[in-house]
């Protein structure tokens, strides 16, 4: 089977586009603000760490489930996996979340495979745009970090993953699904306050640049 994953390129400064409609919103994380900062919540480690997941479970589902013509797409935020994309059956989605569950480094699985046919190209590309145009909404958002987020649309679903406080992961919420074309937001947030954030990055600058493999 051949893994078909999508990365759609940062965008520099552009504009918020307009929108219209207001698509329901799920929470997909654990609650644990105000926190923005520009550097990567996550350690050095668990940035490298999640780019080796992403290829280890990928190449790890397409030993397990054969057909060519499937999606699966697989991100990584701190040790958290959240697969997407489309499977033939059930027992293929459960397998693909087992693979992905019992990897080196996983530390959950959020298995949101849907179970249906491919969808076509267009579709993908449109799903694309969309996830471009939330990230251009938050780019310029007040109280949304970004930076601290990846962005990941299937069929119109919109997933934000990230290291947020609870007021992040709303006003991020709220933006995603006030874009055009969104259907549905999923948070798939990891929550912390805003004093263990801060408490957080201030543990990584004193520490030395010495952590290659953790995964906090």
Not at 95 to 106: H, N
Not at 130 to 155: E, F, N
Request: aromatic share 4%; glycine share 8%.
């Amino acid at each position: 089977m051949k893994i078909a994953k999508f990365t759609i390129p940062l965008l520099g400064c552009i504009a918020a586009l307009a929108s219209t409609g207001c698509a329901p919103i799920l929470a997909g994380g654990a609650m644990a603000g105000g926190v923005s900062v520009a550097v990567d919540r996550r350690s050095t480690g668990a940035q490298v760490n999640d780019g080796m997941i992403e290829n280890r479970v990928s190449w790890e589902i397409s030993q397990k489930i054969v057909p060519e013509d499937q999606h699966i797409t697989v991100t990584s935020y701190n040790g958290k996996v959240l697969l997407t994309g489309e499977v033939k059956t059930e027992l293929e989605k459960k397998t693909a979340g087992e693979v992905a569950s019992k990897s080196l480094d996983v530390s959950s699985v959020v298995n949101q495979l849907a179970v249906q046919e491919p969808v076509s190209v267009g579709r993908r590309m449109k799903d694309s745009g969309i996830a471009t145009s939330v990230r251009s909404r938050l780019l310029t958002a007040q109280g949304a970090p970004y930076s601290q987020m990846k962005i990941i649309c299937d069929r119109g679903i919109v997933y934000l993953m990230g290291l947020v406080t609870p007021t992040e992961g709303q006003i991020a919420g709220e933006i995603a699904a006030k874009t055009d074309g969104v259907k549905e937001v999923v948070k798939v947030f990891e929550y912390q306050s805003a004093a263990e954030i801060k408490a957080r990055m201030d543990s990584f600058q004193k520490a030395p640049n010495t952590d290659s493999t953790s995964t906090n």
